[in-house]
């Protein structure tokens, strides 16, 4: 049997000798690389913090004690250490296995659910200023990577903790690498604050210089105030310290015994403290220390190479990547367009702006917000920006979206990759609510294609129009659609009619269409005529067409790959409401509930009641109940 099979609880691992420590080390390493190989998940995040986690569950006691992880994506070696190695981690980020993130219904031990970097921080102050009011004894523990320092969130609860709480431990995970190579001031920050062993020998040793020096100990004596501005004498205070919070680094993460005497350090500390940890992301696994880019997020790979399974033949491009090069050739042609991406250039596709045009491709870090407004700012002096973000984490920013560009109706053009299901990252990663939160916003155009020819139409349209404009596209493959090679505007807040209206009419947004027409086909199989609409726009809406559908159609049905409360369908039922039409509605979407993770979007689907044979029989048992719908050729058995 293997150490880590010995390991049932944190407690396991209380009387472990340094040698035992360093063996369990390497066999989580093993675990973790052979399972995400098999499943994908975030490898090189995880190979970072192994001996960070084994530390911190041998100071403190999880779930009295609490562990705050920015982001989360750092949690499989915590998940392994509180009693979750077994099928559900063999099943890790797939259907009936654990999540890839904190998830506080999945164990006692995950204090604070994530999926969204720099939440930590705030939420540990949360906790521990609950329980200073509460008067109980625990410690909390934020643990936050380099980049969570980038967003505005963290600083903002750090500019709180001196003020809330005497007891706060923050893990500085630096490794230098977010999902991308940091970028901005705060990176550079890190960086010196890493190459200053004189700031670092001072802080640790400042006690026993002062005793050498004639009258130090009286000075020792005289407090902390004079510590702190003796130490500032010779270095710069760092940032931490200037809020409030005592810094201590930096510390080879990658050294137990090293690891552990800190934490011990700031377990009994009656300050905040923050510890500043160098790790190395991918540590123990080559191939991701070579690529770590590749590998904080990885699909399935082969271990020895590291190279993923090769795409099949013929298999269509990425929507992410049609609309990188459909950028870059806009970009080409029109100096004034400018990309922008809060941290994700491969994962939105401009990484090929970015390679090919650098001067016209920004990368502002884990900053949604500031996107939207850097954006918003470019605007109002002649460039027309297009912001690549995903749609759950634009999100965070719709404060300046409605503030700051659709007030001042700046054109902006947003892509937003993942809308819909991101499968394997589950419920903090769904973009399934972006039409809802976008929908109520005026001077907005929300558009989705149906294939990526149309993706890149609308991109087209988007730049054309001068104000905000929206596109949401899935994750993953486009359906082998060629692209032509000049894209065209379409015609603002038109719909495309592909299918004659028919006893019921079938509008589909989006990446729906391909479904709304198998529908169309089984209802002809018995006797029900059906048309269908290409909706393409959310906003404006084709009023025209559709009051038209409504009077000569018995059904209306929508299909979107969103949420039904706000969504799509919600736009028709407002808008039949408003005309005082009497054509009943079917709307087909995502349930009024969070979705969870799962092996793959069409598994997903099917758990759900959506998949196309669920979604046919649902329109199919609407129009058996529609007045003056009712064919004869539709047999009992139809119905089974």
């Known amino acids: 049997m293997s150490l880590l099979e010995q390991i049932h609880s944190p407690a396991d691992l209380k009387n472990l000798s340094l040698q035992e420590r360093e063996h369990l080390a390497r066999e989580i390493r093993e675990r973790i690389i052979r399972t995400t190989a098999r499943n994908g998940g975030h490898v090189g995040p995880n190979l970072g913090v192994v001996e960070l986690s084994i530390a911190l569950h041998r100071v403190f006691n999880t779930p009295e004690d609490r562990f705050v992880f920015d982001v989360s994506h750092q949690a499989y070696v915590h998940k392994l250490l509180t009693g979750r190695n077994g099928t559900d981690f063999d099943k890790l980020r797939n259907d009936g296995g654990l999540s890839g993130f904190m998830n506080r219904a999945e164990s006692p031990h995950d204090a604070f659910g994530a999926g969204h970097a720099g939440t930590a921080l705030s939420a540990a102050l949360g906790m521990a200023t609950a329980r200073d009011r509460r008067g109980s004894g625990e410690h909390v523990i934020a643990v936050c990577g380099d980049a969570a320092f980038t967003c505005g969130i963290t600083m903002e609860a750090l500019n709180n903790v001196a003020s809330s709480t005497k007891r706060l431990i923050i893990i500085l995970n630096d490794n230098e690498w977010s999902i991308a190579k940091n ?50 004498f010779f270095v710069s ?34 300050q905040p403290i923050l510890l500043h940890l160098h790790t190395t992301k991918g540590k123990g696994y080559d191939v991701a220390l070579e690529n770590p880019e590749r590998f904080h997020g990885a699909s399935p790979f082969d271990i020895e190479t590291g190279k993923g399974k090769p795409a099949a033949p013929g298999t269509p491009p990425k929507y992410q990547d049609v609309m990188g090069k459909t950028l870059t050739g806009f970009a080409r042609q029109d100096k004034n367009i400018i990309g922008i991406t809060a941290a994700m250039p491969s994962g939105t596709g401009l990484n090929i702006l970015e390679k090919e045009l650098p001067d016209q491709c920004f990368d502002v870090g884990i900053a949604e917000e500031h996107a939207v407004l850097f954006a918003a700012g470019m605007a109002t002096s002649g460039f027309h920006p297009v912001c690549a973000i995903y749609s759950t984490f634009l999100q965070r920013a719709i404060d300046p979206i409605i503030h700051d560009v659709a007030l ?28 809802a939160y976008l929908r109520s ?20 349209t988007g730049l054309a129009y001068q104000g905000p404009a929206f596109i949401r596209y899935p994750r993953g493959n486009a359906t082998g659609t060629p692209v032509k090679d000049q894209a065209k505007t379409l015609p603002l807040g038109k719909a495309q009619r592909l299918q004659p209206a028919g006893q019921v009419d079938l509008w589909a947004y989006g990446i729906m269409l391909e479904e709304a027409q198998q529908i169309a086909a089984k209802l002809s199989e018995h006797g029900i005529t059906a048309g269908v609409v290409n909706a393409r726009f959310a906003k404006p809406l084709d009023t025209d067409a559709l009051l038209e559908a409504a009077q000569s159609s018995k ?4 299909l979107e790959d969103h949420v039904i409360q706000g969504g799509f369908g919600s736009a028709v039922l407002e808008a039949l409401d408003e005309a005082n039409s009497n054509c009943p509605l079917l709307r087909l979407g995502w349930p009024d509930e969070f979705i969870e993770h799962g092996s793959n979007v069409q598994a997903l689907r099917a758990r759900h009641g959506l998949n196309p044979e669920q979604l046919f029989q649902q329109v199919l048992q609407r129009a058996l109940k529609t007045p003056g719908l009712e064919p004869e050729s539709i047999e009992d058995s139809t119905l089974s």
């Open 183 to 232: 970028v901005g001031a705060l990176s550079r920050y890190f960086n010196d604050l890493i190459t200053n062993p004189i700031y670092n020998r001072l802080n640790d040793d400042i006690e026993a210089f002062l005793k050498k020096v004639p009258g130090g100990q009286a000075l020792i004596n005289f407090g902390i105030k004079w510590k702190q501005e003796t130490k500032d």
């Open 237 to 270: 205070s760092s940032l931490f310290e200037k809020y409030g919070v005592r810094y201590i680094g930096p510390i080879d993460g990658h050294d137990p015994e090293q690891v552990e005497h800190y934490l011990k350090f700031a377990k009994n500390a009656e």
């Open 408 to 435: 001042q109706k700046l054109p902006v053009l947003f892509c937003m990759d993942r809308a819909g299901l991101s499968p394997n990252d589950g419920a903090t990663h769904h973009g399934l609510f972006d039409i």
């Open 441 to 460: 916003v005026p001077h907005c155009v929300l558009m989705a294609p149906a294939n990526e020819d149309e993706l890149a139409d609308m991109m087209a």
């Open 555 to 558: 059904l209306i049905v929508t």
